[in-house]
């Protein structure tokens, strides 16, 4: 079993989007590295960086800051640094189609109209790397032109941010999960129900 070795949470820089549903992959990532007391200190490869141990296991944490179109730059670099295969990466991203706070654990597949996750597919050349997705909600029929777009960067209503405050608590579980005991594990055990 190969183990999970980065940690890269997908999301956009800079104060504006900083609570934009798009970044809740940040958002991950960073909770997960309070709770284990890593801190981006660093950056390489176009992301910033939190290095450590983790259950005496060494783990690199990454947030790219290539925005989100272009995440697979910064992955691809991280890749080539760390000398990591796909499987040794674990992806965190938004995802419209599961409702708010939901997370699923996968193996690898397609970028599900995902421009981030696209990206990292099109620079490793795979898609065969693990994905830990949180659901965001769907955009409502109100908003206009262009709803994804529009949707994805904006923040999380007044009901929905304990919701999601929760399902951060609990991506960070699956991904002290993934590392500690391995995918399969954290499957079976986060994505009931």
Request: charged share 25%; glycine share 12%; proline share 5%.
């Amino acid at each position: 079993m190969e183990l999970v070795k980065l940690f890269v949470g997908l999301g956009n820089p800079g104060k504006e989007h900083l609570r934009h549903r798009h970044n809740i992959g940040f958002m991950v990532v960073d909770r997960f590295g309070k709770k284990h007391g890593l801190t981006f200190d660093r950056k390489q490869s176009k992301a910033k960086i939190a290095e450590g141990d983790v259950e005496g296991r060494r783990l690199v944490l990454a947030k790219p800051q290539t925005y989100m179109n272009l995440s697979g730059l910064s992955v691809q670099g991280l890749v080539n640094k760390y000398r990591l295969q796909p499987s040794e990466i674990m992806v965190v991203c938004d995802d419209m189609d599961l409702p708010a706070g939901k997370i699923r654990i996968r193996p690898g597949g397609g970028s599900g109209g995902h421009r981030g996750l696209q990206s990292i597919i099109d620079a490793l050349g795979n898609r065969d790397f693990p994905r830990l997705r949180v659901g965001i909600g769907h955009p409502p029929t109100t908003m206009a032109l262009n709803p994804a777009i529009d949707f994805v960067l904006t923040e999380f209503t007044r009901e929905e941010r304990e919701i999601i405050d929760e399902a951060l608590d609990r991506a960070s579980e699956a991904l002290l999960c993934v590392l500690t005991e391995g995918l399969q594990a954290a499957m079976n055990e986060f994505n009931a129900g």
